[in-house]
């Protein structure tokens, strides 16, 4: 399977900016289509954007526009850049990788351990 690290998780004020990585390892990276999912304090896990293998994205409503999702295979890394932030993108941010094109969690079979987002308003 494929190890995944997450960085660049912090604290901001809204209406800024973040900048999230995640480097993999262990795996063919371009194999495998990579997510970005959060989970805030009593919520459950849920999407928030993925990239596939020819660059495709998709974005969940509440961050398209605001987000953007980006991979380097040469580094075996992928990008979440966040901007406009809001108090309620508040949480922590998982990296995960599918071998599948997909945006169910389900499917994500290797998960990083997660980097706080912590926006003030």
């Known amino acids: 399977q494929v190890q995944l690290v997450e960085s660049g998780g912090g604290l901001v004020q809204a209406g800024g900016s973040l900048r999230l990585s995640c480097a993999a390892s262990?795996?063919?990276?371009?194999?495998?289509?990579m997510g970005w999912f959060r989970q805030a304090p009593g919520k459950e896990r849920e999407f928030v954007a993925r990239?596939?293998?020819?660059?495709?994205?998709r974005y969940a409503d509440s961050v398209k526009g605001r987000f953007t999702i980006a991979r380097d295979n040469a580094k075996n890394t992928v990008y979440l850049q966040m901007s406009s932030l809001k108090p309620e993108d508040t949480a922590v941010y998982y990296c995960?990788?599918?071998?599948?094109?997909?945006?169910?969690?389900?499917?994500?079979?290797?998960w990083g351990q997660g980097t706080q987002v912590t926006v003030s308003s």
């Open positions: 990239i596939g293998w020819n660059d495709s994205t």
């Open positions: 995960a990788a599918a071998p599948i094109l997909t945006t169910w969690s389900n499917n994500y079979n290797s």
């Open positions: 262990g795996r063919t990276f371009s194999s495998y289509a």
